[in-house]
């Protein structure tokens, strides 16, 4: 075998420096945990000294405590007193001056040297200097104004054209459209997940140069890769569509919802979700009285994925007319609405009482409980407790005049089952087909979506 068709799997990881300090100035992305160059700096006690700093990065209601830090980056260098035995240190009354907005450039105003010294009044010029003639103070004033409010406009307007975690912030709709129920509800998730986020290790293809692939580059934010993650689950979109969204490339998309589903699989996995009989009856909602001894709510997803022409005739859950391959799991769902059972995917053409018998849920049921499960489910002779059948999760578009004048109670509970079932199904991945290049994740992606319903939403 040639060298050239050889694929070299690389491992690479971020480097973690151990420290958390974070720069407060907007637009600035700098944290000490992977940057042991920069220095991060702490505000001057001088409360007129604090209220320059606050006006310069243009955060005057910022509430400053002991972790509040601005990088080096945004001091001259003049500012900045370096040390071999010691950290380094800020020269007394130094003010940060560079930033984003002014392409890291100095002010005129606080510039080096005495070039704005005033010119000895004998001194004779021979031609005529029209930058030393002075500007009326008002007109400065109108000027300074109407720049600052042009820089907020544009701020403003460059954080609205970014699609990301910060434009949605401040509306808990739009985050529940995409990721969580609220927005402090998915930062209390990420408040969980971060200290490990932080060391993922990324498996990329090795470039036959020395050039890094561009997957191990810090472009992106642990936490928006998480957003992008969560838009890929919540809406089903395709590459190409997520990559003009974050202004990234394709590829990229694809390492990070690849190695995202892989995580999460990996950290959701190591929690026990299985609850036990007493559990599920003190959470167990009133329109399950007539139900009381249920302890699962089962129904069988299906997904769907792009499969290469070659394999169309030689697997026998593929569609004939349809180049993509179907893949069945079951879940299960306590009637408070958590998710207790996740299983493998199966191929399509597998029934749903063989899946039933191979995903390891029978050893967990007791003979003293009771399972739900759609009419069409026939496992009376294969499980070891009481069965209750009814057409649940058919969702037909009118109920039979029959089945309206059943008691207002059964009514509710097939509601309340149907929505069970639909707070996964609300994930677009099990509506749209997948591709080819997440193939190798579909179990992942799959097991993440229906775990992830115990954090996204408190129970129904």
Not at 32 to 59: T, Y
Not at 69 to 98: M, W, Y
Request: hydrophobic share 40%; proline share 5%; net charge positive.
């Amino acid at each position: 075998m040639s060298s050239k068709s050889v694929k070299v799997i690389k491992l690479q990881r971020r480097e973690d420096s151990g420290c958390c300090h974070h720069c407060c100035v907007p637009m600035c992305t700098a944290s000490a945990r992977f940057n042991s160059v920069m220095s991060f700096h702490v505000f001057p006690k001088d409360k007129e000294l604090q209220k320059r700093w606050l006006a310069n990065i243009r955060r005057n209601n910022l509430t400053i405590n002991k972790q509040t830090r601005v990088c080096s980056r945004h001091f001259k260098s003049t500012d900045l007193i370096e040390s071999p035995t010691s950290a380094r240190q800020l020269k007394n009354g130094a003010v940060p001056v560079l930033f984003q907005w002014n392409n890291f450039t100095p002010p005129v105003s606080q510039a080096d040297g005495d070039q704005n010294d005033d010119p000895p009044m004998d001194v004779e010029h021979n031609d005529h200097n029209y930058c030393s003639t002075a500007e009326p103070t008002a007109l400065t004033d109108r000027l300074c104004a109407q720049i600052e409010r042009l820089r907020g406009q544009i701020e403003k307007r460059v954080v609205g054209n970014k699609f990301g975690l910060e434009r949605f912030s401040a509306s808990d709709d739009d985050i529940r459209f995409y990721t969580f129920a609220t927005y402090a509800h998915l930062m209390a998730f990420w408040r969980q997940i971060e200290p490990a986020a932080n060391k993922i290790v990324w498996l990329t293809r090795a470039a036959k140069t020395a050039v890094p692939h561009p997957g191990s580059a810090t472009s992106m934010q642990p936490i928006d890769e998480f957003f992008l993650f969560m838009t890929y689950l919540s809406m089903g979109l395709m590459q190409n569509d997520l990559a003009h969204r974050f202004g990234i490339h394709p590829s990229r998309v694809s390492s990070i919802i690849t190695t995202w589903a892989d995580f999460l699989y990996t950290v959701l996995g190591a929690v026990g979700i299985w609850m036990s009989e007493e559990a599920v009856k003190a959470q167990l909602p009133d329109v399950f009285k007539n139900c009381s001894d249920t302890q699962v709510v089962l129904n069988c997803i299906e997904l769907r994925c792009l499969t290469s022409d070659s394999l169309l005739h030689q697997n026998g859950d593929l569609c004939v007319y349809k180049s993509y391959s179907t893949f069945k799991g079951l879940i299960g769902m306590a009637p408070h609405g958590a998710t207790t059972f996740v299983s493998a995917l199966y191929t399509g053409s597998m029934s749903d009482k063989e899946i039933l018998k191979q995903s390891g849920i029978l050893s967990l049921i007791s003979p003293t409980t009771a399972i739900m499960v759609d009419k069409g489910f026939l496992f009376e002779d294969c499980v070891p407790c009481k069965v209750y059948t009814h057409a649940f999760l058919s969702n037909p578009a009118q109920l039979p005049v029959p089945e309206v004048r059943e008691a207002p109670s059964l009514v509710r509970l097939r509601v309340h089952v149907e929505q069970l079932i639909q707070r996964v199904k609300d994930h677009k991945i099990f509506s749209t087909v997948i591709p080819m290049s997440f193939s190798g994740s579909i179990n992942q992606l799959y097991t993440v979506a229906c775990i992830l319903v115990n954090y996204q939403n408190g129970p129904l």
